[in-house]
């Protein structure tokens, strides 16, 4: 009889499959979007390109083959179009899909980056944005300046004790990102008590991003998430991590709630969360609300930066890229060090933007839901579809970009904003959800890069290989090596 009840239980959810299958494939109002036949069929098309961190490579090659609006999964829409790009990340167009943004909250509550209800983000994003504008940024101005001095410090110690005067850059990039956010958002050194602490910290958030993943997989581990500290191995280190990453958090939250009574200037990011009141809420945040933003913003604005430091250091390091650094160097040699002085060099702003251009930190797809139809050529998309674009596509796009995949910075030299280069170029995505901390980034980019160059010369270290600097997509971008060996000389 069970044997009977099971094949007839089978037969059913073979019969539904089949009926969803038909529909998908020949009813569906994206049936006539190009793309993979099994993307048709499987919500999991993508998933193993996920999986093995290649998805934006993946993607740009369904593109190549199937054109620039495809089919990615039964109801998902991948756009490779960067005209599409302002009407896609625009409020009136689209919302943020949500299962993909829940897994940025660490407490369960809402942040900048996660919001859905655009009423809710906009109060929000407009409580927070003062300490991100280019004055508060110029007012901490010295904190990264001097941040910078200690990245060349580092490189040169860590070179010096090596007989052929070879460093990991990329350890020493990750620790220059994280001490500017601790300065900018809670006026915090983070490492004057010892950069072992600091370390501790950043591989605490570093493990954190693999609690969240085990969460959306495994929701109720979201709940019981003590439980998880429990569990033996690789798993429950992460959620340790997680919880050594939040009492690192709180801390850093108190101890800054405890000294801004003596500073009443607006120039840290924690400042409104402690003193602001969010419009849409009518009040101030709680403490876990505060602390669930602090999170977010260490998160977004350590690894981001680092990585972008990353690549610039590697690509300019290159042996055949070698004209490309001393031309660089004798730009920065006839300018000043500050950051008005480096602003707007073209050479530097060049090399910035097209290391942007082929390694964008955010490689991967910023998914939305469409509230309307877009309509383009022959295609209608239909609201409630998931639609998204990946910079790495459009970055790489060989109608605007010649030679796409080469790093060539000239490319960029006297182009005007309303230039096709300048528009199908957004690496901070644009529209109300883009980067808020792309003054901070900027001037990141700018001090450090300029400094480093202006005393170092830098040289790829013959044991790299190509294959350690491919870039993984873990949503931000990952040098699969997870180093960067540079020969280093001081000038
Ligand atoms: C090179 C460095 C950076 C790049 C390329 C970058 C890129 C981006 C992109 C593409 C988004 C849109 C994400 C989405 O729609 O899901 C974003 C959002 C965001 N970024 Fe950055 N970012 C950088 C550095 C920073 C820094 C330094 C901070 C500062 C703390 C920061 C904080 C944020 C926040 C809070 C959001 C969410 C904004 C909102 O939804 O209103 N980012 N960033």
Redesign the pocket.
């Known amino acids: 009889m069970q044997i009977f009840t099971s094949i007839s239980c089978s037969k059913l959810v073979l019969a539904d499959w089949r009926t969803k299958t038909c529909y998908n494939v020949l009813f569906h109002p994206l049936r006539a979007v190009p793309g993979p036949f099994l993307a048709k069929i499987f919500p999991q098309y993508m998933a193993p390109a996920m999986v093995g961190g290649h998805r934006a490579q993946s993607l740009l090659k369904l593109h190549d083959e199937y054109g620039p609006i495809i089919r990615i999964g039964p109801g998902e829409v991948s756009i490779g179009d960067y005209q599409l790009y302002r009407k896609i990340?625009s409020q009136n167009t689209t919302t943020?899909e949500d299962s993909f943004?829940k897994a940025t909250t660490l407490l369960g509550h809402e942040?900048?980056?996660r919001?859905r209800n655009k009423a809710m983000?906009s109060a929000r994003?407009k409580m927070m944005s003062q300490p991100?504008s280019q004055l508060a940024i110029n007012e901490n101005e010295a904190l990264i300046a001097e941040m910078s001095e200690r990245l060349v410090e580092r490189i040169v110690t860590r070179s010096a004790a090596s007989p052929t005067r070879t460093a990991d850059i990329m350890p020493l990039c990750k620790l220059f990102?994280l001490e500017v956010?601790c300065k900018?958002?809670f006026n915090k050194d983070i490492s004057a008590q010892s950069i072992e602490n600091a370390v501790t910290f950043l591989q605490a958030m570093e493990d954190t991003p693999r609690v969240l993943i085990m969460s959306s997989i495994f929701p109720f581990l979201r709940r019981w998430k003590r439980l998880g500290e429990y569990i033996p191995g690789l798993v429950g280190h992460a959620f340790r991590q997680s919880k050594l990453y939040e009492q690192f958090m709180r801390s850093l939250f108190r101890d800054f709630r405890h000294e801004s009574k003596l500073d009443s200037t607006e120039r840290f990011?924690c400042t409104p969360l402690l003193q602001s009141e969010d419009a849409y809420l009518g009040r101030r945040l709680s403490e876990d609300e505060a602390i669930e933003e602090a999170m977010?913003?260490?998160f977004?604005?350590?690894g981001?930066?680092s990585s972008?430091l990353v690549y610039l250091f590697y690509i300019l390091s290159k042996p055949e890229n070698r004209y490309m650094q001393l031309k660089l160097r004798e730009e920065l040699q006839g300018a000043g060090c500050k950051l008005a002085e480096v602003k707007d060099l073209p050479y530097l702003n060049a090399v910035i933007k097209e290391t942007?251009r082929l390694y964008?930190?955010?490689i991967s797809t910023?998914p939305r839901v469409l509230d309307v139809p877009l309509e383009s050529d022959k295609i209608v998309v239909p609201a409630g579809t998931i639609v998204g674009m990946q910079?790495y596509v459009h970055h790489r796009s060989s109608s605007v970009y010649a030679e796409p995949n080469t790093f060539l910075p000239e490319r960029w030299i006297g182009q005007p904003p309303s230039s096709d280069l300048e528009k199908a170029f957004?690496?901070?995505?644009l529209g109300?959800?883009?980067?808020?901390?792309?003054n901070?980034?900027r001037a990141?980019?700018l001090l450090a890069a300029s400094l480093v160059f202006r005393q170092l010369d830098l040289r790829l270290n013959e044991a790299m290989t190509e294959s350690d600097m491919d870039m993984e997509d873990r949503f931000a971008v990952s040098p699969k090596g997870m180093k960067l060996l540079l020969d280093v000389s001081e000038l």
């Open positions: 990340y943020k943004y942040n900048l980056a919001f983000h994003r991100f990102s956010i900018a958002a990011m977010g913003l260490a977004a604005g350590s981001t930066t972008t942007m964008p930190t955010i910023l910079n957004t690496p901070f995505s109300s959800r883009n980067c808020i901390g792309q901070l980034a990141e980019l």
